[in-house]
């Protein structure tokens, strides 16, 4: 990446200063402030791998905000420090569950220009400031200003910004922010929904993804996918809600929606488990009529279903079914991930 130029002339070296410090001769904050004001006088230089290393000392030594302060005004002078410093202290300020800093940090990194995009674990140390803390009142302005600004990927960072909370196993905030995204510029789209479904699918939170699921049909300016109904569908057998999975599947259909792989391999398992063999079988012979190749899974899972039921007669069929049926016939764990990925384009 490419650094702007920068008059790097200091009016003492950074060992001295460094003493100054050390020796408590003057205020450290104060000494910060007139090293930096100073900056553009005086005859001897002080590399940028000093001030890299002053900014981790601070960050180092828990002053975390004399680090901030340090970095914002080289950063205003166009002294622009490697993306470690920037990382090291945002996740020192995550550790410390400083709401305000790491929002700051967050913001200042996000608007600065000709920086590289975020890594996953700046927005995961985002998200750990706020794990002690029902006080969203910092993250609830920080996300609206983003919400509000000119970024062209906005949406992409509120996106990550809720997987980030979802990781990190904030189940409330992230609803908390898909309501008031749909109160901001910037709406939440499909995307955001189908995340928020499929967070609220693993963490087993059933009412909450219905009510999502409905909100989601109620808004104009997004449709509902294949992906919708699948994660649902996955969510609803994780859960082992499996009367739900039938009444999904059956929507889906409604709505002009094509099941797939993953739609009949939910469904079908989701039925077999509630004991519902005939429908599960049923849907069986329509995903081989449309040509859609069953797993191994899918026939395993009905072969113990048909089993528990007592129908050993057609638990044996299916068995000889599997073994002479070729292995280019079966789906097999790529397809599933093929399937995944065709969906997230």
């Not at 302060?69 to 090291?88: D, G, H, R």
């Not at 609830?140 to 960072?157: A, C, D, H, N």
């Not at 409330?172 to 709406?187: A, F, G, S, T």
Request: proline share 3%; hydrophobic share 40%; charged share 25%.
């Amino acid at each position: 990446m490419m650094l702007a130029p920068a008059d790097l002339s200091w009016s003492w070296s950074f060992s001295g200063m460094h003493t100054l410090i050390n020796t408590g001769e003057e205020d450290e904050e104060e000494l910060l402030k007139k090293i930096v004001n100073n900056s553009e006088s005086g005859s001897k230089i002080i590399s940028k791998v000093d001030y890299t290393n002053l900014v981790e000392k601070y960050t180092r030594d828990g002053n975390l905000s004399a680090a901030y302060e340090l970095w914002q005004s080289l950063q205003e002078k166009n002294i622009c420090l490697p993306i470690s410093v920037f990382k090291n202290l945002l996740a020192a300020a995550g550790e410390q569950s400083d709401m305000k800093l790491s929002c700051r940090i967050f913001r200042e990194f996000l608007i600065s220009p000709g920086k590289e995009p975020l890594s996953s674990d700046c927005y995961l140390n985002l998200a750990r400031a706020f794990i002690n803390t029902d006080d969203c009142m910092y993250l609830t302005s920080l996300l609206k200003e983003i919400s509000e600004s000119s970024l062209p990927y906005r949406l992409i960072v509120m996106n990550r910004i809720i997987l980030a909370f979802a990781e990190t196993r904030q189940i409330n905030k992230v609803l908390m922010i898909l309501k008031q995204m749909k109160e901001w510029e910037c709406k939440p789209d499909v995307i955001t929904y189908n995340s928020v479904l499929d967070i609220l699918g693993r963490a087993g939170l059933v009412n909450e993804m219905l009510g999502v699921l409905s909100t989601m049909k109620e808004d104009f300016d997004v449709s509902v996918n294949i992906i919708t109904y699948n994660t649902v569908l996955n969510g609803m057998r994780k859960a082992c809600r499996f009367d739900m999975c039938l009444v999904i599947y059956n929507e889906m259909v409604q709505c002009g929606i094509e099941p797939d792989l993953l739609s009949y391999t939910a469904v079908i398992d989701g039925l077999g488990r509630s004991g519902n063999i005939k429908e599960s079988l049923r849907l069986f012979d329509e995903m081989k009529q449309r040509q859609i190749r069953p797993s191994v899974y899918i026939y395993r899972a009905l072969i113990d279903c048909l089993k528990k039921s007592g129908d050993f007669q057609r638990a044996l069929q299916l068995s000889d079914e599997l073994k002479n049926t070729s292995s280019l016939d079966l789906a097999g764990p790529q397809d599933f991930k093929r399937h995944s990925r065709s969906h997230r384009r």
